[in-house]
């Protein structure tokens, strides 16, 4: 089992910045991929970035030259660097991790922008 606990949420303003922490905890023998997800009231659960263990990143096209997630396998922390940020960017924050089969998710980091 793998434990997942997000921090770093909270308000910002448009064209503001705030960086998302995501600590794993419990058997964390090699995680492969971690990422953040995000959902926003009202819609569906959206991939924003995810990072191999590697390092290889993808990110979905709205965050793309905005957010930067980075990942410090020593100490099973992943993070997404939101700069930049819009009202539509407005949503909770999933951590998410993958090892082997199993799909771990943290309880969210709710992300407010708004003036």
């Known amino acids: 089992q793998v434990q997942l606990v997000e921090s770093g949420g909270g308000l910002v303003h448009p064209g503001g910045s705030l960086r998302l922490s995501c600590a794993a905890s419990g058997s964390t023998f090699v995680i492969n991929t971690m990422g953040w997800y995000r959902q926003a009231p009202g819609k569906q659960r959206e991939l924003v970035a995810s990072?191999?263990?590697?390092?290889?990143?993808n990110y979905a096209d709205s965050v793309k030259g905005r957010f930067t997630i980075s990942r410090d396998n020593a100490k099973n922390t992943v993070f997404l660097q939101m700069s930049s940020q819009k009202p539509e960017d407005t949503a909770v924050y999933f951590c998410?991790?993958?090892?082997?089969?199993?799909?771990?998710w943290g309880k969210g980091t709710l992300v407010t922008v708004s003036s």
């Open positions: 998410n991790a993958v090892q082997g089969l199993m799909n771990y």
């Open positions: 990072i191999t263990r590697v390092g290889s990143t």
